[in-house]
Nanobody
Framework: QVPLVESGGGSLQAGGSLSLSCAVP????????MGWFRQAPGNARVGVAA???????SYADSVKGRFTISQDNAKNTLYLQMNSLKPEDTAMYYC?????????????????????WGKGTLVTISS
């Protein structure tokens, strides 16, 4: 089991910025992919951004140019910087990980690619 602990969610107005963090205590896997997913009420969980151990990233079209995923291996922490936030970004945001060599980057945003999940952090954007 890989513990994932998200933080940084909150409520703010459209146009603002927010940074999410995902701490992975004791994470020492050399090959992996991790990502941020979100789920709005009544909707399915979808991939937002992902990154692998080589630094290759993948973004959903809806967030390209606004969101940036990054990782600090020394701190075992995954980040999601969200800028120019919109009301439609409102959702529960989940951190996820696959500790095996991951399939193609095109698949990083699939829920089925990830094996471990955090409990989520809520982001609410008002107009």
């Amino acid at each position: 089991q890989v513990p994932l602990v998200e933080s940084g969610g909150g409520s703010l107005q459209a146009g603002g910025s927010l940074s999410l963090s995902c701490a992975v205590p004791g994470y020492t896997y050399s090959t992996y992919c991790m990502g941020w997913f979100r789920q709005a009420p009544g909707n399915a969980r979808v991939g937002v951004a992902a990154i692998d151990s080589g630094g290759i990233t993948s973004y959903a079209d809806s967030v390209k140019g606004r969101f940036t995923i990054s990782q600090d291996n020394a701190k075992n922490t995954l980040y999601l910087q969200m800028n120019s936030l919109k009301p439609e970004d409102t959702a529960m945001y989940y951190c996820a990980a696959n500790t095996s060599p991951c399939p193609r980057p095109q698949w990083y945003l699939l829920v089925s690619t990830m094996h471990y999940w955090g409990k989520g952090t809520l982001v609410t954007i008002s107009s």
